[in-house]
């Protein structure tokens, strides 16, 4: 009999697209059991206000302006037209990439388990890879770790992780320009900002595991590439990995809080605070260092409401995860890295751990429970509630200088 926190905890997980469970999915669920988690993170990827319009398109009811802005801004769109053609494309690429995906791991899996469960555990692997769960079917808590050496299975799990974290806007429009100089800032920013960040994650995980005897240090060097590379996607939002993150030496594990934190590329499957909302807050620091009067890149100039938003998005995000790391070190009893740890992994809906999440309280369950579903709403929550309540002031006040830095 399975007690209502743990399916509360497994729900939550499971349409927040994080991963982090409590019980083993492949060793405790039912096969019907994996089907509803199976069905919960497909719609949690799709979001729920594109999930919502699409089902209102099916029925045929005709969309008001209001609903088309929301699911707009909820796909990363800034207008309002074409919605209905938009959320369409994006229901069909979801499906043709999971298709391919989940061929490629039945060419794999069928060389081990038997049909049925080789086609089970293939869907199960690209759904939950495309919109970045980390839910996986292996049984025993390992994950990955046991395909750290099949590059075909970690490469196509890090293919699916990446597309579904670009967004489909992004990846609309590199098929439609096809040339870099054409393409919107916004997806000149998300691509950019991906590449570093799973280029520096990559090299620093390579460096600081390298000889760690339960991590990387027992592998070959290709091995070890591999599995550096596949860490860097993996932390951005995804869940799955391939060595024990417990064993991580600390170095890395705070490399992977941050790169957990950022996240993945708005209106897409992944978490966080956004390669977007991180990469405009960086630029506009870059640009202040420099003496710019007006922050922007890529030969463009940044609006002032999208500076204050991901500014608001930023703060407001540190200050979620500090208020519920407070709370988790008065009613846990793991290290304070531990927590803050689970506690990043919750809110950016990544869904890695140190392995503490089974241990937790009852009130520790519950205090992550809600801010798994806290950071898929949260940022896009507040992003809405700023647009929304955005109004035109006709007073100025006189201006004055406050001291910084």
């Known amino acids: 009999m399975t007690s209502p926190l743990t399916a509360l905890f497994t729900a939550t997980s499971s349409v927040c697209v994080t991963g982090l469970v409590v019980v083993d999915t492949a060793d405790y669920w039912s096969p019907f059991g994996e089907c509803i988690i199976l069905l919960m993170i497909q719609l949690g990827g799709f979001g729920f206000m594109a999930i919502t319009t699409f089902f209102l398109i099916s029925l045929g009811r005709k969309l008001g302006l209001r609903e088309k802005l ?50 089970w555990k293939s869907i199960f692997q690209s759904i939950s890879a495309f919109n970045n769960a980390g839910f996986d079917l292996f049984g025993g808590f390992r994950n990955l770790t046991v395909l750290s050496s099949n590059p075909l299975v970690l490469l196509t799990t890090a293919g699916l992780i ?17 040339r870099l100089q054409k393409f919107s800032i916004d997806t000149k920013m998300v691509l950019y900002v991906t590449g570093v960040l799973l280029g520096l994650g990559m090299l620093i995980v390579l460096a600081t595991e390298f ?88 030969g463009r100039e940044f609006m002032t409401s999208q500076i204050f938003r991901a500014l608001a998005v930023v703060m407001l995000s540190i200050g979620l995860v500090c208020v519920v790391v407070f709370f988790l070190t008065i009613t846990e009893e793991f290290e304070f890295l531990r927590l803050s740890f689970e506690t990043v992994s919750a809110f950016a809906n990544v869904g ?34 700023l647009v929304r309540t955005q109004s035109v002031s006709i007073i100025r006040y006189p201006r004055e200088i406050i001291r910084v830095g």
Not at 91 to 115: H, K, N, P
Not at 163 to 176: A, E, T
């Open 162 to 178: 990446i597309v579904g974290g670009l967004s489909f806007l992004v990846i609309q429009d590199v098929l439609k320009t096809r």
């Open 352 to 385: 890695l751990t140190t392995g503490i999440t089974p241990g937790l309280s009852i009130a520790g369950k519950l205090i992550i429970i809600v801010i798994m579903f806290i950071g898929r709403l949260g940022p896009l929550t507040l992003t809405l509630a």
């Open 211 to 298: 000889t760690n005897p339960n991590t990387l240090g027992p592998m070959a060097f290709s091995e070890k590439l591999l599995n550096s590379f596949f860490h860097s996607v993996t932390s951005r939002t995804a869940g799955f990995n391939t060595i024990s993150i417990g064993s991580m030496t600390e170095y890395t594990l705070f490399l992977t809080m941050i790169l957990m934190f950022i996240g993945g590329a708005s209106g897409s499957t992944a978490g966080g605070i956004k390669v977007g909302t991180f990469g405009l807050i960086f630029m506009t620091m870059w640009s202040s260092i420099k003496g710019r009067e007006f922050p922007g890149s890529f």
């Open 70 to 119: 929301l699911v707009g801004e909820s796909v990363g769109l800034s207008w309002a037209g074409e919605v209905r053609k938009l959320v369409r494309n994006l229901v069909i690429f979801t499906l043709v990439a999971e298709l391919v995906g989940a061929c490629i791991f039945y060419s794999q899996f069928s060389l081990e388990f038997g049909q049925g469960e080789a086609i």
